[in-house]
């Protein structure tokens, strides 16, 4: 009965809080060229789109659509010191190149997303075992973040921690408005993904280089999306967690209502943009770390990544799926998620703590 009632309460409250984040006003609509077109133009621009994007070398994570991430140098400001070590927020170029030339100039003109950026949580006597937490759409703020995920736990069970930003948001995007990915135009939702996968392994490179025994990954919602992806590209990872992930970013789009037209060319749409963002998506290519270093997380009243995402990604991983009480913000069984994630981190032996 209290499961019930906490899973009507979570879902309720998702409904309410998806229509706010996603609600895009008259004005925006207008000044939006994707959104301006018809079902006929919009097909017909996927359809191009995807000629740039969906090719058969693009599906070799070592390929080139995916750069290779280099040695980075941060610059490191320190935060405040906590018991038993330090917190530092460090930033760093991001030598991304958009493979879309055609928007290139437009992507690369936003100055403060050219700047990777990590708030980190150093333990003082040697590197440690590694979590890099990965946040949600509109998310990133080192404020909310601290809030959102259980840093003091993992740092007390021996891990350092860090919390980067996504690309256009927080530190990294503009300060009015929606981020420009994910966004409207599926080729910036593209590079997006892209930049990210770089800045994050980038990252992932830098801990191991400084000495981190392993590195691994935990997602919320876009975060579990982009955690789920980069385990199928980057074979460093000590183990991947997503929770309450977006599995299809073609799935979402069809359920907030963002096709046009009859009903057949609505499901044109769906294939056009499922076809567009095959190349960044976690479905289109196998884990490059064993299964058993994944796990899934789901929430079970979800109405913002429904439950049915995190079911698709464990099924294609071949991952187990742990299904908590509550919805995609109220997580009120996020207790029980987090005690699952430790008992994998646990028996992959990253605890060091008490």
């Not at 409904?15 to 925006?28: K, M, N, T």
């Not at 610059?75 to 030598?95: E, K």
């Not at 749409?269 to 190349?279: M, N, P, S």
């Not at 009243?301 to 294609?316: E, G, M, S, V, Y």
């Amino acid at each position: 009965m209290l499961r019930r009632l906490l899973n009507q309460a979570g879902g309720r409250f998702d409904q309410l809080a998806g229509a706010a984040i996603f609600y895009r006003s008259p004005g925006s609509l207008a000044r939006s060229r994707t959104e301006g077109l018809g079902p006929k133009g919009r097909i017909a621009a996927l359809d191009q789109i995807a000629r740039v994007y969906d090719r058969p070398e693009h599906d070799d994570p070592d390929g080139a659509f995916f750069a290779q991430p280099g040695p980075m140098d941060p610059s490191v400001a320190p935060v405040r010191s906590i018991p038993g070590g330090s917190v530092a927020d460090w930033r760093w170029p991001s030598p991304f190149v958009p493979h879309d030339q055609d928007i290139a100039g437009r992507y690369l003109d936003q100055i403060e997303n050219r700047t990777a950026a990590a708030r980190v949580f150093l333990h003082g006597d040697r590197p440690r075992p590694t979590a890099i937490l990965l946040h949600g759409y509109r998310a990133g703020q080192w404020s909310f973040e601290e809030r959102a995920w259980p840093i003091e736990w993992l740092f007390d069970k021996g891990m350092d921690v860090a919390l980067p930003v996504f690309p256009f948001h927080a530190v990294r995007g503009r300060k009015r408005g929606a981020p420009l990915a994910p966004g409207s135009d599926p080729r910036m939702t593209n590079e997006g993904f892209r930049q990210a996968v770089l800045d994050t392994r980038t990252l992932v490179h830098h801990l191991l280089a400084r000495g981190a025994p392993s590195v691994g990954l935990m997602g919320m919602s876009l975060g579990g999306y982009t955690a789920a992806l980069i385990a199928t590209i980057e074979a460093r990872l000590h183990f991947a967690v997503p929770m309450i992930p977006l599995a299809s970013l073609a799935e979402s789009a069809r359920n907030t209502g963002r096709f046009v037209g009859s009903p057949e060319e609505q499901r044109l749409q769906y294939e056009g943009l499922d076809a567009v963002h095959r190349v960044v998506s976690p479905l289109a290519r196998p884990p490059r770390i064993d299964r058993d270093r994944l796990l899934v997380l789901g929430a079970e009243a979800d109405r913002i990544t429904p439950l049915a995402h995190a079911q698709k990604l464990a099924d294609h991983f071949g991952a187990p799926l742990e299904v908590f009480a509550g919805g995609h913000i109220l997580q009120f069984g996020r207790a029980d998620a987090f005690r699952a994630a430790g008992k994998l981190l646990g028996r992959l032996g990253v605890f060091e703590g008490r």
